[in-house]
């Protein structure tokens, strides 16, 4: 049985995104291309870890990188066979994943370090680990201006072995932001006291989407795109010419349509009321499958090739949508994102309807909503 309500997932469209941005590196590297972490955290941003992990896998990915410890074990456990770095910190985690599903550890703090390094001196290995370095986003990560005294027992740890030091851009999608150049210059300052105190050599990564299409200078070995991989182009950069399709579209039905006379409310609140004869039409799509309730107003969707604004209110489990004028029967597809005839809703429109980013629409998908994979 499927709800009318599904999520459409297209891995070739998602694969192909792959191959776009792993052409746009080959073409215009200085040296040999980075390698491509896939960020497939947070159920892949909603479209579904498993499927798009292996999916990923299958196009060449490097590298694939989790939140933590929990979503990496789900994708090893699903075969998933390249290595998978896990963001998050790990300081108060249990470790043993880590070791009996082959993860990648990001080191982000002195304590982090000391609990990795225990757990693989215990179990007589060396541990390779990723270092995070705190440019300026000031979240996770070893401040930059602190590295002399924070970064010796990690470097000497004869069970840790550093194969990589990365950071994370707070401004790369605000071309106008200068941050994103001091946190370059700190990046590099860093990774040359690593190398300074013994560490040389190690991998660098830097880019998330909006910085891989922003500045060839933060390439470096790797590269971690997410959002791009979705097909969904950052915010600022949407005019950027890089050959992406989005990969998910959200579809349901309609299941009622009915006439309201004009002064009659519409929904929970009764706040809409409507000023002439309408004709609504009820789909079975609510805020408990994501969709904001900030989306009545403000929001719409494809019905018989023509936007519907959504109005009355998102309920749990249903919206209406206005389809005046328009001969809208029950069993009529819904676009709440993607493509009807000419018309098309994408995730960008459906987030600055409510003033989020694209990232929130698409990771509040539902679980209740069915994903469907071609
Ligand atoms: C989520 C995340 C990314 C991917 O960001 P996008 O903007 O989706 O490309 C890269 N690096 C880190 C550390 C992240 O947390």
Redesign the pocket.
Known sequence: MVRPTVARVDLAALKANYRAVAELLARDAPGPPPGIIA?V?ANAYGHGAVPVARALEEAGATMV?CADIEEAVTLREAGVRIPILV?GALSISDLSAVFTHRLVPTVSSPGAARALGDAAAARGVRLPCHVKIDTGLNRLGFRHDNLWRTLPPLVSHPSLEIVAAYT?FATADDPTSHLFETQCRRFLQAVAALEALGCPGVARHAA???ALLRDRRVWFEFV?????LYGVA?PALAGTPLPVRPVLSLTSRVVAVKGVRPGESIGYGARFVAPAPLTIAVVPAGYADGLDRRLAGRGHVLVRGRRAPIIGAVSMDMLTVDVTGCPVAPGDEVVLLGAQGSERIDVQEMAAAIGTVP?EVLCRLGARIERIYN
């Open positions: 960020v955290k990188a963001f994370h998330n989407s909006a971690r795109p997410g959002l791009l950052p990232y």
